[in-house]
């Protein structure tokens, strides 16, 4: 069965430190992965694809087959990072998003 | 891009009455999802909005129960009936746009509390 795991419910860095946040899936095909984020009193929005390998916000997640991982990494939190993630799997070519449990990140000035 | 409006924004309901929510998507999208999200938990997927025909729903949850309606590409209702209070959630609607892409839009949630 298709699970994603997010082993860490609250994460709580200093503004300035790295942050990771953990991500790990089961998946017998080919997945795509992504991070939604939910700041305050906001909507849940994407954050970024594995499939694009792109940079947003100063984020990066890079899909690590062998270690069915997904992590979400920034050299430096800012207080703004501080919102609720989830780690969101998509079978490959399907339609159905799963979603992990979430991790809210906390940046402390 | 797709914007979602929901309808009611929250509401407080009796036990055993149902409640109907509205989804509204700014322009014609190809899917249309609706989920909920218990207190402290993570979004479960209770089922997909099939335009034209019944909707598919994930393991857990009923017809009976969740009722849905997508009568045109850019509408969507979720009844939730015969409520108890481990109803009480936040139900979301979500879409993914016209060219299938892969980013899947959010509306801002209804908050049901059912005493």
């Known amino acids: 069965a298709q699970r994603v795991t997010q082993p860490e419910k609250l994460l709580s860095v200093f503004k300035g430190a790295p942050v990771e946040l953990k991500c790990n899936y089961s998946?017998?095909?080919?997945?795509?992965l992504f991070w939604y984020v939910q700041y305050s009193r906001q909507r849940l929005q994407l954050l970024l694809r594995?499939?694009s390998r792109e940079s947003i916000k100063g984020f990066t997640a890079d899909l690590n087959k062998g270690e069915t991982s997904f992590h979400l990494k920034k050299p430096f939190a800012q207080e703004e990072d501080s919102a609720m993630y989830y780690c969101a799997l998509r079978h490959g070519g399907g339609f159905k998003t799963i979603f992990g449990a979430g991790t809210r990140l906390f940046v402390k000035a | 891009s797709a914007v979602i409006s929901q309808k009611p924004s929250r509401d407080i309901c009796q036990r055993g009455t149902s409640l109907t929510i509205q989804c509204q998507v700014d322009s014609q999208v190809t899917m249309m999802f609706w989920y909920r999200q218990q207190p402290g938990q993570s979004l479960t997927l209770i089922a997909t909005?099939?335009?034209?025909?019944?909707?598919?729903?994930e393991s857990g949850f009923v017809i009976d129960k969740f009722p849905i309606s997508r009568p045109n590409l850019t509408f969507s209702t979720l009844t939730v009936s015969n409520m108890s209070p481990e109803d009480s959630s936040i139900y979301l609607c979500?879409?993914?746009?016209?060219?299938?892409?892969?980013?899947?839009?959010f509306g801002p949630g209804t908050r049901l509390t059912v005493t």
């Open positions: 909005a099939n335009q034209g025909s019944e909707a598919t729903y």
């Open positions: 979500s879409a993914r746009g016209a060219d299938n892409s892969y980013e899947q839009y």
């Open positions: 594995h499939i």
């Open positions: 998946y017998s095909g080919s997945p795509e």
